[in-house]
């Protein structure tokens, strides 16, 4: 699935590929919602309403293990996108005292992901050793092709991924 990191830029190298597959996906999340928005209003609308997701266990102490946020929020007349489908239907599986998804939410979500895979929002591309790709978290989505890895762990794909908080980064929405 597409999706964002919990930081303000996520950067990625590759150390060696994959046997096959393993290409990489970006998208621009606020060209899709953009095209969300002239399409379903309504559906738009469900994106920019907080809803739950897992922290995945990777809370604090004196954390609860889900937090609320929008998936699409604007600030100073900024959009901005978080989008972590599998955490949210996570929450949904493991929290008992959390608000359900509507079926409009769903309906969202759905509508959703097919602009985010549209041909014009989304580019793939094989990263070679040595690429390094650099993506602003809150507006480009990123995700990968299923790969088979070699055999010979020597020879296995290896990336390394890097989380980046801009110094002097925009404001974020407030339910964020």
């Known amino acids: 699935d597409f999706h964002s990191d919990g930081s303000d830029i996520?950067?990625?190298?590759?150390?060696?590929?994959?046997?096959?597959?393993?290409?990489?996906?970006i998208t621009h999340s606020i060209q899709a919602f953009h095209r969300l928005q002239q399409e379903r209003p309504d559906l738009a609308e469900c994106l920019m309403k907080p809803v739950v997701f897992?922290?995945?266990?990777?809370q604090a102490s004196d954390e609860p293990p889900y937090?609320?946020?929008?998936?699409?929020g604007e600030k100073n007349g900024q959009l901005f996108c978080r989008y972590i489908?599998?955490?949210i239907n996570s929450a949904q599986l493991?929290?008992?005292?959390?608000?359900?998804?509507?079926?409009?939410?769903?309906?969202?979500m759905d509508r959703f992901d097919q602009w985010l895979q549209h041909p014009e929002l989304c580019f793939h591309m094989r990263l070679?050793?040595?690429?390094?790709?650099?993506?602003?978290?809150?507006?480009?989505l990123h995700s990968r092709t299923e790969y088979v890895d070699f055999?010979?762990?020597?020879?296995?794909?290896?990336?390394l991924?890097?989380?980046?908080?801009?110094?002097?980064?925009?404001?974020?929405?407030?339910?964020?």
């Not at 897992?54 to 990777?58: A, L």
């Not at 040595?130 to 507006?139: E, K, P, R, S, V």
């Not at 890097?162 to 339910?175: K, V």
């Open 10 to 25: 996520v950067g990625l190298i590759c150390i060696k590929q994959a046997e096959s597959g393993g290409n990489s996906m």
């Open 54 to 58: 897992s922290r995945q266990g990777e």
């Open 67 to 72: 937090y609320r946020a929008s998936i699409v």
């Open 85 to 87: 489908r599998n955490h």
């Open 94 to 108: 493991s929290f008992d005292d959390i608000e359900r998804l509507t079926p409009l939410q769903i309906e969202a």
């Open 128 to 140: 070679e050793p040595g690429d390094i790709q650099l993506l602003n978290n809150h507006a480009v």
């Open 151 to 159: 055999p010979d762990p020597a020879e296995r794909r290896h990336l």
């Open 161 to 176: 991924r890097l989380w980046l908080s801009s110094y002097q980064g925009p404001a974020l929405p407030d339910n964020w």
